[in-house]
Every structure is written in C-alpha cells, then in structure tokens.
DNA sequence: CTCTGTGAATCTATTCACAGCG
DNA sequence: CGCTGTGAATAGATTCACAGAG
C-alpha cells in the first residue's frame, strides 16, 4: 500500500471528482469503467486518471478496466479514512444559509451537525434537523459534537478569530469563504474558496480566448 | 509590454486575489506597499508577487516598493481590459438566488443584469433592480444585452443544453458551479467551480495533517 | 542596507511511449 | 489488439541567489 505517501495536491482534486462520478454509476448499477470514461466525465486525460488510481495503490485489470463499485470504495476508504468528521457552519447569512442546504441534499462525506451566527434568530425552514448556536456557544457545542471540519461563511473582519477559537477547540479544517487570509498553527488545513476570484478569472478568460 | 504574452494559470488567481486587496489599501489611501506585506496578504512569497507583476510588465521602484493605487489600477487594466462586460445567472435556486445578492455586495468587474429561470415566479426581494426571466427567454435578453459572461446554478441536467445556448449567443465565459462537466467548443472559458470538492478536500486533509 | 527584477536551478505535475497482460 | 501500469521525457511553476538601484 502507498498509503502515506505524497501525493500531487491536485490529484486530491481529480479523486474527488472521479469518486462523484463512480458513486453515480454504482447506483445505477454499471460493472466496469475505462480509465478514459472517466477522464472524459471528469474533464482530464485517461493518464491521469490511471496516475492518480496508481498513486492510492490501486490497480484494474487490462482490456477490462475498473470494476466501478469496488474503485468507488477505494477511493472513498483513501480519502475519507477513519469515520465521517462531525461538521460546523459559522454564519448564516445568504450564503451560509444557501450552503447549507446545498451540502446536505448532496450527501458530503461528512454529518453537518451544528450551525452558528450572531443572531440565531436568523434560523430558517431549511435548518430544519440541523441545531443553530449563537457564536458564544461555538466552543461548549464544537467539544461536545466533536467538531474536525468548519465551513466560514461570516464577515471577514471576525474570520480570523472564529477560526482561531475553533482551531483551539481542536477544528483541523476549515472551508474558507470569506475574503479574510487566515493566518492559524500549520497543522490546521485550510481550503480557501474565493467566488470573487472565480469571477475574476472568467472575465479575464472571456477576453483571452 | 508584455501584453499577450502567456502568463503561469495560477498568476491569474493570485493577480485576482493581490487586486481586491490593492483596492482596499488605495480606498484606505494607503500610498506604497512592498511586495512582502502583499504577499502575506494573500497567502503567497514576495518572489511570486514580484514574479507575477513581471509577467503583467509592471515596475516597481527598489527601496520604496509599489505605488499602490497605480498598481491597483495597472493590475485592473491588464486583468480586465476593456468594458465590463455584462453577465448573466441561470438557475434561482437557494445556491442562485445567494450568489446573486453575494456577488451584487462585492462589486465584481463585470455588470449582473440578468437572471433566468424555469420558474421565474422565484423572483425574490433581494433581487431588486435585476430583471428575472424565463429561460425561454434566454437568447433574446442576451443578445439585447450583449451577455458575455454566465453564471450556471441550475440542476446538472440541464446544464450542457443551456451552456451551448448561452455558447451560441455569445457568451464567452461560464462560471460553472454545476456538477455536470461541460463539453463547448474550445473558445468558450469554462471555470469550474466544485463546492464538493472543496469538503471532500477539506476532509481528506483534515485527516492528514 | 533594503527592496526590486531576473537568470538559473529546483521542484512538481503532466504527458509520452511502450512493456506486459488477457 | 485494447487496455493498464510505469519509467523516462517534458512542460510548467516556484524558489534560489544575486545583480543593480536608490
């Protein structure tokens, strides 16, 4: 097993997308999938996606490809080890609000349990089953839930302080989607989702090509 | 100028992401900046700023760094030559109607003057000041409007037929925040933006760190 | 000195090209 | 044959190391 190995950053990327796609086709009962089948659903080359099963110790067989099912649980048991983290989501904004509701219906691999804001007045119909905190309560509620994975959907000026109280707290990851950099101890990852940036690059990409 | 020179992907990104913070600094009227306090801002080296405003032909003078807003503006010019081009946004549910009011706040460099839906009864309060249609509805507002730029937040199903008709009436670019992956003649730009992907990785690295 | 600008080296990621299996 | 698996080559991006300017 190349278990602990290194691996591309971005390969991490490409499974997740190739995991999505062999879920769909499990479900609807396919056997076996060519590595080029997925590198055209997922948009990257058959290679690629041959590199990225070979780096997680993986291996199909010639002239009959991947078996679908048993790669998808390959792939979900290398990247998502060990049981489903606990999850929180701190502001409820529009768009905290929206995430929400977009993250559950789509089954992530993890259980988001609790939600936090300022004003927890701000629960809505679709938090339904989901707790809503006021921010105070973020450690008492974090420790109690077992909190490892933290969505940020609140105001930038408050990013850094939230992330650093749930750091403490023992949060190894967080979702980024405020414009604030985080700056926080280095074994706490963070993913940074800047829709602005993505904006920015159509626009630039619109005039280029 | 090294205008239509290629410049690294990721310079993109970082640019993006240097600009919205030169823009706070020159509205604060903060006068010079070295290359070193951006970067920390962002998240990056000092070499990589210095690298990435090389690649866009801009100079700073030694000892005394960047004029900020000439930067500020520089960076803007380069990034988005041209008129802000107008965009669009398919699909009002909860992800859409978010994006919209999110992206309206932030002030991107392009103008939001359309949405389309099945059902644009979703009209909603926030949506003030944006014309919402059907999406039959759709080549004839894009045209009127010259649409350039699209914002996908529909169900994945329907995303490839509007894509390509978005496509066929000139759209450029498409902000895809959409599961499915888009197959368009290669002049269309197509930003993919998971919000999956983001969890699974955010969990994956939860584990490993 | 301290900062910018940049050639050269390094590191990382992707693609090529082909051996080997069924 | 057509596919997987992989060493070797290539391309791409980042960092190093230092020249030059004030």
């Given amino acids: 097993?190349?278990?602990g190995d290194r691996i591309p950053d971005r390969a991490v990327t490409r499974?997740?997308?190739?995991?999505?796609r062999l879920e769909v086709l499990c479900a609807a009962g396919v056997k076996r999938v060519f590595s080029r089948e997925l590198a055209e659903k997922v948009g990257v080359t058959a290679v690629q996606v041959r590199r990225d099963l070979m780096a997680i110790g993986y291996s199909g067989s010639p002239n009959k490809g991947y078996e679908v099912c048993?790669?998808?649980?390959?792939?979900?048991?290398?990247?998502h080890p060990g049981l489903r983290p606990a999850a929180a989501l701190v502001g409820l904004g529009n768009l905290g609000r929206a995430l929400l509701t977009y993250f559950r219906d789509r089954e992530p691999h993890l259980d988001l349990l609790a939600?936090?804001?300022i004003d927890p007045g701000k629960t809505c119909m679709e938090c339904?089953?989901?707790?809503?905190?006021?921010?105070?309560?973020?450690?008492?509620?974090c420790k109690a839930l077992n909190v490892r994975v933290a969505i940020l959907t609140l105001?930038?000026?408050?990013?850094q302080a939230v992330a650093e109280r749930l750091a403490?707290?023992?949060v190894h990851a967080l979702v980024n989607f405020t414009h604030a950099s985080l700056r926080l101890d280095p074994h706490v990852f963070v993913e940074?989702?800047?829709l602005s940036v993505a904006l920015d690059r159509a626009v630039f990409f619109s005039h280029k090509k």
Avoid: C, N
């Fill in 128 to 141: 339904v089953g989901l707790a809503v905190h006021h921010v105070d309560e973020l450690e008492r509620v």
């Fill in 15 to 20: 499974l997740s997308l190739v995991l999505r």
């Fill in 115 to 117: 939600a936090f804001d």
């Fill in 168 to 170: 403490a707290v023992g």
């Fill in 70 to 79: 048993a790669l998808s649980q390959a792939i979900k048991a290398w990247l």
């Fill in 192 to 194: 940074d989702v800047d």
């Fill in 1 to 3: 097993m190349t278990y």
């Fill in 155 to 159: 105001p930038p000026e408050a990013a």
